[in-house]
Antibody
Framework: QVQLVQSGAEVKKPGASVRVSCKTS????????IIWVRQAPGQGLEWLGW????????DYAQSLQGRLTMTTDTSTSTAYMDLRSLRSDDTAIYYC?????????????????WGQGTLVTVSS | DLVLTQSPDSLAVSLGERATINCKSS????????????LAWYQQKPRQPLKLLIY???IRESGVPDRFSGSGSGTDFTLTISSLQAEDVAVYFC??????????FGQGTRLEIK
């Protein structure tokens, strides 16, 4: 069965960086992409970005441009999200989900499987 | 930007009664090439990840009880729980994937037992 398993909770100081991993199984990794979404305490869901495991294309939310990097390791079917220069308002649960393979590929657009979430706390 | 607005923000329904949540999109989510609306519904319980309930606006995900149904097309959509059960207490989100990979969610509707 399809599974996305994320790395454990992180506590970071302001200005530091964090890496969250998303290890996938149960499907052909490079037939899809991975999106990342976060949910601040008591808030809604914010799309952070996407990376295609098929061709490496990326698209990031404008609000995080310059601080966010997404990568994939096809040998381990794992996606990574790196966020730099952390601030207190980056405190949130970060989720990965299976997503669109490449731009225009409607058949893979649905985000049908999600990771369990990773709590990132930024505090001095 | 494509905005989804859910109503109401919160809802209290008696056990066994019907619950209805609406989602309105600022742009049509209907794609002529496949005659489908790119709208999904998710359930989120405390300390749990999102659970997909409905996709293509009206297709129930495998394993989801048939008391959950989705309807609508274009810009107006509805999630209906026909007979509320205690385990349905959760926050419900609509999501558009029309502009995938950039997706957006509604603000969420909190469903409680009256």
């Amino acid at each position: 069965q399809v599974q996305l398993v994320q790395s454990g909770a992180e506590v970071k100081k302001p200005g530091a960086s964090v890496r969250v991993s998303c290890k996938t199984s149960g499907y052909t990794f490079n037939n899809y992409g991975i999106i990342w979404v976060r949910q601040a305490p008591g808030q809604g869901l914010e799309w952070l970005g996407w990376i295609s495991a098929y061709n490496g294309n990326r698209d990031y939310a404008q609000s995080l441009q310059g601080r966010l990097t997404m990568t994939t390791d096809t040998s381990t079917s794992t996606a990574y999200m790196d966020l730099r220069s952390l601030r207190s308002d980056d405190t949130a649960i970060y989720y990965c989900a299976r997503g669109i393979k490449r731009l225009g590929d409607l058949s893979s657009a649905l985000n049908d499987f999600w990771g369990q979430g990773t709590l990132v706390t930024v505090s001095s | 930007d494509l905005v989804l607005t859910q109503s109401p923000d919160s809802l209290a329904v008696s056990l066994g009664e019907r619950a209805t949540i609406n989602c309105k999109s600022s742009l049509s989510l209907f794609y002529n090439s496949n005659n489908k609306s790119f709208l999904a519904w998710y359930q989120q319980k405390p300390r749990q990840p999102l659970k997909l309930l409905i996709y293509w606006a009206s297709i129930r995900e495998s394993g989801v009880p048939d008391r959950f149904s989705g309807s609508g097309s274009g810009t107006d959509f509805t999630l209906t729980i026909s007979s509320l059960q205690a385990e349905d207490v959760a926050v419900y989100f609509c999501q558009q994937y029309y502009s995938a990979p950039s997706i957006t969610f509604g603000q969420g509707t909190r469903l409680e037992i009256k």
